[in-house]
């Protein structure tokens, strides 16, 4: 149980397209979804939390406007990073908490996306 | 305001050795604590938390934690390194309340075992 899954795995975009990656809660539901940018041999950096059905909250120092975040269901939570450039290649990860969670139980980790802006 | 300290960035040990990797963290209320895994190229899996119970929490592939408050820590250890240890690991503190949740991760520590 408590799967979480992303797509794509990895992508490669040119310099000022938008690239869109979903997570997925596979076997529960989500009320928050977290997603986080991690650069090579780096820790994860928080970058927004978001919520099923309002505006996510963005960490200080990330841009809403270039990463467009949508939790539109229970289970699913899509980043867009829009005019992607070169400096936005990292790997991307989500992470989900169980609707039915009261405690701040663990969060279940998707796979990551590998992104690379050419 | 909550935060974790992993010391060490890179830990390397003997197969059969045992593996301790430190966390300290700070918290103005009861922490909630986690050692996460993660594989090249790979999400995070977690191995063990500690949410308020048992002081020393046991968690999957043979590691251990304990939660020590006059210490401020909650060290990751394993009597026996195996070859798959091989990984990084990471100490998050659960940030509950007004916050959603959110996990703060510290930065890392990679571990190498060999043969």
């Known amino acids: 149980g408590a799967v979480v899954s992303q797509h794509p795995s990895w992508v490669i975009c040119k310099s000022g397209t938008s690239v869109k990656i979903e997570c997925r809660s596979l076997d529960f539901q989500a009320t928050t979804m977290f997603w986080y940018r991690q650069f090579p041999k780096q820790s994860l950096m928080l970058m927004a939390t978001s919520n099923e059905g309002s505006k996510a909250t963005y960490e200080q120092g990330v841009e809403k406007d270039k990463f467009l975040i949508n939790h539109a269901s229970l289970t699913l939570s899509t980043l867009t990073v829009t005019s992607a450039h070169p400096e936005d290649s990292s790997f991307y990860i989500c992470?989900?908490?169980?609707?039915?969670?009261?405690?701040?139980?663990?969060?279940?980790f998707g796979p990551g996306t590998r992104l690379t802006v050419t | 305001a909550q935060s974790v300290t992993q010391l060490g960035s890179h830990v390397s040990v003997s197969e059969g050795a045992l593996v301790l990797l430190r966390c300290n963290y700070s918290?103005?209320?009861?922490?909630?604590l986690f050692w996460y895994v993660q594989y090249p190229n790979q999400g995070l899996q977690l191995l063990l938390k500690y949410t308020s119970a048992a002081t020393l929490v046991k968690g999957i592939n043979g590691f251990e934690a304990e939660f020590k408050k006059s210490e401020t820590s909650f060290h990751l250890t394993k009597p026996s390194a195996h070859m798959s240890d091989a990984a990084e690991y990471f100490c998050a503190v659960s940030v509950f309340y007004n916050q959603g949740g959110k996990l703060i991760f510290g930065q890392g520590t990679e571990l190498s075992v060999k043969p």
């Open positions: 918290s103005s209320v009861p922490p909630y």
């Open positions: 992470s989900a908490r169980d609707f039915e969670t009261v405690l701040p139980t663990e969060q279940y």
